[in-house]
């Protein structure tokens, strides 16, 4: 019961101004997907694509929340067969609900760092030779920084790193997923 009053209270505070502060908008972009700690897969950067929508929350002047449901296209490659896993190019779609938090140090600046989460869309399309699947769900850190380009358009980048492993080969290697993610966002409510 105290946690709803504490949120309510919350809300009635953020709410004689929310309309002003809420932004919603869409994304496209490309991402750029290596992976780390395993020398099955290639480390060579390999270029795909994104899209979704994102909720801007600006509590307050200098502090901000955005979160997204973004849809992921991955391509790693990995160098050889193991584990009944074959060798080549493997791509993969995941959806991905990242939580910012931003700083605006300049009106045209915005700094964010947060976790995003990555559920694996076709994770049934790659299995092992005992059945179970190759690719999971998996965590990882994101560190983003969007520059304004007009009144309702703005430029990001963001880097993602990898913070749990995404495959399930028993080399006894813990390959990590990092992206580099780029493209516009363009505001609905400006």
């Not at 990882?140 to 399930?168: C, I, P, T, W």
Request: charged letters at 20%.
């Amino acid at each position: 019961m105290k946690r709803i009053l504490v949120i309510l209270a919350f809300l009635a505070l953020c709410n004689a101004s929310a309309n002003a502060q809420i932004d919603i908008g869409t994304k496209i972009g490309g991402v750029t997907t290596d992976v780390r700690n395993n020398a099955n897969f290639s480390d060579q950067n390999r270029l795909s694509y994104q899209f979704g929508l994102y909720l801007n929350f600006d509590a307050l002047p200098l502090i901000g929340l955005q979160t997204e449901v973004l849809y992921n296209r991955t391509r790693v490659k990995t160098l050889e067969s193991i584990d009944g896993l074959k060798d080549g190019m493997k791509g993969m779609g995941y959806w991905s609900l990242p939580l910012l938090f931003q700083i605006k140090p300049l009106p045209f600046l915005r700094l964010a760092a947060g976790p995003q989460w990555n559920y694996h869309t076709n994770k049934y399309k790659y299995k092992l030779e005992d059945g179970g699947q190759a690719f999971n769900n998996f965590m990882s850190m994101a560190f983003d920084a969007q520059l304004k380009v007009g009144s309702s358009n703005r430029l990001y980048l963001r880097m993602n790193r990898g913070l749990q492993r995404f495959e399930n080969l028993s080399d006894g290697n813990t390959g990590k997923i990092n992206r580099w993610e780029f493209g516009i966002q363009r505001s609905f409510m400006k």
